[in-house]
C-alpha cells in the first residue's frame, strides 16, 4: 500500500510540474552507456552486465524537466540453482533420461556425469542471460555547482520487458583404450555441445531514482555523468497497475532481480 502510494504522489508531483511551469520549454536529450550490477537479494550470485538508455528531457520550469527514457540492457547471471528453477521439461524428462544411471538431481547440482563404465564423463556449464527493454518517464531538478558543472536529481517510473536466456555448454570426453597390454593404444577423443532452453519472458514494473553531473562544453552540448537505480516492485504491491497494463504473473515467476545499479556516461545535447 505504501509503493502505491509513492507512485500516485509521483504522478501527481508530475502533473502538478506540467501546468504551474507550462511557460518554459527547452528540450534536450541525454545518450549515456552504462556497466549495471544487480544489487541486494537476487536469485542469482552474481549479475552484471552493460546497456544504453537515450533519455528525452523537456524543460517546465528554471530547474524541473520532464523526461521520458528508453534503454537496453544486457546483462549475465552466475546462479547455482538455475537448472532446477528452469523446468526445462527437454533436459528433465528426454535429456537426462539418455544418460545411464544419471538423475535430474545429481546431474544439476555436480554439473558433471560421469558414466559408470567409465568410457564417458561430461562437465555442463549454464550459461543464463537477462536482456532487457526499459520504458520510463519522470521528473528531474537541475541545480548549478561550480563553474560549467551543474546537477541532477530526479526519480523515474517505468516497464522493464525482459527476456531470460539459458543455455548448456557441454565438454564430453569419450575414452578408448583399444589394448590395455600394449602402452600408447589408448586415447581421449573429446567434443563439445551446445543446447538452448526456451526463453523465459515477461514484464515488471519498477521506480528509478537517479542523479547526474553535467560538464557545460558549449551551450548545446554537455559532458554527463550518471547513476540510476532501479528497484523492482513485486506484484503484490503494483497488482493494481500491472492489471491497468495487462500484465501478467509472468513476470513475478521469472524475473530474477530485485534491484539493480546503473552507472555511466554520455552526452547530453540541447535544442
Partial sequence: MKRKNYISILLLILS???????????????GIGHLQLQSGDSRASEGSGYG????????IGKRFRLNFAVGSDMMNLTQSD????????YWEDTYIDFLPGATVEIVNQTLRYDSNDSLFSARFSPD?????????????????????????????????????????EEHWIKRFDLDSTVAGLDYEYEYDLLHFAP????????????????YQLSNSLAL????????????????????????SDDGERWFPLKNKLRVGVGLTFSY
Wanted: charged content about 20%; cysteine-free; hydrophobic content about 40%.
Fill in 16 to 30: 502538478l510540474s506540467v501546468f504551474a511551469n507550462a511557460q518554459y520549454s527547452r528540450l534536450s536529450v541525454t
Fill in 52 to 59: 544504453g538508455v537515450a533519455q528525452f528531457n523537456y524543460d
Fill in 82 to 89: 538455475v537448472l532446477d528453477e528452469w523446468q526445462w521439461d
Fill in 128 to 168: 543464463q542471460n537477462l536482456k532487457e527493454l526499459t520504458l520510463g518517464i519522470g521528473t528531474d531538478y537541475s541545480m548549478s555547482l561550480s563553474g560549467k558543472f551543474s546537477g541532477v536529481i530526479g526519480v523515474q517510473l517505468g516497464i522493464s520487458k525482459f527476456k531470460r536466456e539459458l543455455r548448456m
Fill in 199 to 214: 526463453s523465459k519472458q515477461g514484464s515488471k514494473i519498477f521506480a528509478a531514482p537517479q542523479f547526474g553531473l553535467n
Fill in 224 to 247: 554527463t555523468a550518471a547513476g540510476q537505480y532501479l528497484v523492482y516492485f513485486d506484484r503484490g504491491s503494483v497488482e493494481w497497475l500491472e492489471n491497468l497494463f495487462g500484465i
